[in-house]
């Protein structure tokens, strides 16, 4: 039973960091469209989705932290690749929308 919350954890953190993701690159095909509005939305669809991945592996801390181990494993190294890519697809994301904004503004002028 312990061995599968382990990859219980480990899953649903791959699962919110890949949603977190995917709406990060919704968001950048939305604005290179130019469709700021929904663009944003999906920005807000990471970040919630994001803050549930954070949630998920701060509770895998707290667990190692109160003396209960988690054993490493490759599912668990390959959540916290997830997050990082989450991470970094949100943040380049955020970019990708401002810089479509302002490529949008110099077009309409």
Same mark, same amino acid.
């Given at each position: 039973?312990?061995?599968?919350?382990?990859?219980?954890?480990?899953?649903?953190?791959?699962?919110?960091?890949?949603?977190?993701?995917?709406?990060?690159?919704?968001?950048?095909?939305?604005?290179?469209?130019?469709?700021?509005?929904?663009?944003?939305?999906? %920005?807000?669809? !990471?970040?919630?989705? +994001?803050?549930? $991945?954070?949630? /998920?592996?701060?509770?895998? =801390?707290?667990?190692?932290?109160?003396?209960?181990?988690?054993?490493?494993?490759?599912? %668990?190294?390959? !959540?916290?690749?997830? +997050?990082?890519? $989450?991470?970094? /697809?949100?943040?380049?994301? =955020?970019?990708?929308?401002?810089?479509?904004?302002?490529?949008?503004?110099?077009?309409?002028?």
């Amino acid at each position: 039973m312990a061995n599968e919350r382990k990859y219980e954890a480990a899953f649903d953190l791959i699962m919110k960091a890949g949603d977190a993701k995917s709406k990060s690159l919704m968001a950048i095909d939305a604005a290179r469209e130019f469709d700021f509005e929904q663009a944003d939305t999906y %920005l807000e669809e !990471a970040e919630t989705q +994001m803050r549930l $991945a954070h949630r /998920a592996l701060i509770e895998l =801390i707290q667990q190692e932290a109160q003396g209960n181990p988690i054993e490493v494993n490759i599912i %668990l190294v390959h !959540a916290q690749d997830h +997050m990082t890519m $989450a991470i970094m /697809a949100k943040d380049n994301a =955020i970019e990708f929308v401002h810089l479509y904004k302002l490529v949008h503004g110099l077009m309409n002028k």
